[in-house]
């Protein structure tokens, strides 16, 4: 075996090895890396409140058209002594404006490994998560909380407050007065 065709096998081993871990949810391998709280929060938060922001892109459409700019002009017996002439125009639309949209979150001392482990059961439960009970944040539980908030209107894999709540992993703040 020459010594390129062994480096070649060597490297497509190394490929297949590499893709041999486990793959589980599949769906999962594809949200995107949502992981992080926002250290600020929005105007007029209570202090010592913690916040997430998910922001959904603007969506613009480009419009292509073909305009006449002069008609073409056709003898009485129809043939044609000049062709019609036309202009491209491209047009962009926003159809959906960017929004911001801020949440109130769990602080971080508050997701510890045990948290975590029952909001990983919680989703399970629901048939939301497919990974093992780690208590880890990790893409899977990401992607099992963004399904989880989703139909709730929330699309991140950010576990806002008022989920963790709905999951019963959350006090509820019961207002006095």
Do not use: N
């Not at 008609?71 to 491209?90: L, M, N, Q, Y």
Request: proline share 7%; glycine share 8%; net charge negative.
């Amino acid at each position: 075996m020459t010594p390129t065709r062994t480096i070649l096998s060597a490297l497509a081993l190394a490929g297949l090895a590499a893709c041999a871990g486990p793959v589980g949810d599949i769906a999962a391998l594809g949200e995107p890396e949502v992981s992080r709280q926002i250290q600020q929060a929005p105007p007029g938060a209570p202090p010592g409140t913690c916040w997430g922001k998910h922001v959904s892109p603007a969506v613009i459409e480009t419009e292509t058209e073909q305009v006449m700019m002069q008609p073409a002009e056709i003898h009485a017996d129809g043939t044609v002594s000049r062709p019609a002439t036309f202009k491209t125009e491209t047009v962009q639309r926003i159809v959906r404006e960017r929004k911001e949209t801020w949440f109130e979150t769990p602080c971080a001392s508050d997701m510890t490994p045990e948290f975590l482990a029952s909001l990983q059961r919680a989703l399970a439960v629901r048939g939301l998560y497919h990974g093992t009970v780690s208590g880890e944040m990790d893409t899977r539980t990401r992607a099992a909380v963004r399904r989880y908030q989703k139909p709730q209107g929330l699309d991140s894999g950010i576990l806002s407050l008022a989920a963790a709540r709905k999951l019963g992993l959350a006090v509820v703040d019961l207002d006095e007065g």
